[in-house]
């Protein structure tokens, strides 16, 4: 019992004599402030690295390659060999001109006969499979 009472007044102690050194300290004066060092000769500022004119980025020559579309696909974009880039430029004129994209989510296409035939007969194709199903038809 004794050891107990002990035990359970030493955190008690160790806590008052935490608070007692704190309150006791008196206010450490704070040493004269140092005069600053003597400079060494500074080194160059850097200047900002100067920013190069941005420089076009060079298509990638696969996009770029002209292809024949296939007899149904030359309905809507014509039957001129065009790169893959401008095919999906006249498709997707060709959809706002008809406004055949979907109201309500406008990443559908509502095809039309020409745009079904491209499409393998789908009536709705999202805009994302719309380019899977395009390059099907270009040689």
Do not use: C
């Not at 035990?7 to 140092?34: D, W």
């Not at 014509?78 to 880039?85: A, E, F, K, M, Q």
């Amino acid at each position: 019992m004794a050891t107990a009472k002990k035990a359970a007044k030493k955190p008690a102690a160790k806590k008052s004599a935490a608070k007692k050194p704190a309150a006791k300290k008196p206010a450490a004066k704070k040493p004269a402030a140092k005069k600053a060092a003597p400079k060494k000769a500074a080194a160059p500022k850097k200047k900002p690295a100067a920013k190069k004119p941005a420089a076009k980025r060079k298509p990638n020559a696969a996009f770029m390659k002209p292809l024949t579309p296939s007899a149904m696909l030359a309905m809507v974009v014509g039957n001129s060999p065009l790169p893959r880039t401008e095919v999906t430029k006249k498709i997707w004129d060709y959809i706002k001109k008809n406004k055949l994209q979907d109201a309500v989510n406008r990443r559908l296409i509502n095809a039309d006969e020409k745009l079904r035939a491209v499409f393998g007969g789908k009536s709705k194709v999202s805009m994302f499979e719309m380019t899977k199903l395009v390059s099907n038809h270009l040689k």
